[in-house]
């Protein structure tokens, strides 16, 4: 056994013993423990971790801890841009997709909305999300954090809100997504994109009173339904509005 000190920064305590929060500790290591191994054992996923230093140089998840170590584990910076320290990852996803896991249905849908290709079915298993995470380049998104551990997951957030508009304002700030926001083209059901439609087209599939009040339709051509801008698309737009104005 070998010992080393640890201490987790900002949001990264959360995952933590409420012993071990805000303080460095010391920790008894098998040998040669990658620090991987040892973050995640003492309860944070790999997915949530941005910058490790072992005394005070940025390290790979594989480095092995040695007597006396002191490691330092940071989550994404908000406001510091460190990607010339990050040794973490081999590159960073280039289009932001997703998988959400069963539990994220009501966020999956607030993703699509917002223009996000969100994969979900509440029927996926964790090998199943681990493996179309990794063949796809999905970010998994999870409440689990035994799920984000699994070795195949290489870009994953875990989720601290409950509410399906929280955790899409937390996923918005946590990823930067304001820029990369396409509200209202894709389908919220299929997750394929949708396409302008002549109403001409679709007159006889419309509601009297859309008929009447609408103008500009979206067909999703996997399920065929018709979108427009609607009382629940407006209340939509209205949440969207709010999480897309950039924090002053
Ligand atoms: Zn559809």
Known sequence: MVTASFRFYEELNDFLAPERRKREFECACARDASVKHMIEALGVPHT???????????????????????????????????????????????????????????????????????LYDNHFHDHDI????????????????????????????????????RQLREIFARLDLVASARPFSLCLECNAPLRAIDKALVLDRLPESVRLRHQRFAICDVCRRIFWEGTHWQRMQALLATVLRPTP
């Open 130 to 165: 681990e493996r179309i995470a990794n063949d796809e380049g999905r970010i998994v998104l999870s409440r689990d954090r035994e799920l984000l551990k699994r070795r195949g997951i290489s870009h994953g957030c875990y989720v601290h809100a409950l509410q399906p508009e």
């Open 48 to 118: 949530e971790v941005e910058l490790i230093l072992v005394n005070g140089e940025s390290v790979g998840f594989e480095q092995p801890l040695r007597q006396g170590d002191r490691v330092a584990v940071y989550p994404k910076f908000e406001a510091l841009d460190i990607s010339p320290l990050l040794r973490l990852r081999e590159r960073p996803l280039r289009t932001l997709r997703f998988l959400a896991d069963a539990h994220l249905g009501g966020l999956a849908r607030l993703l699509r909305l917002a223009g996000f290709d969100t």
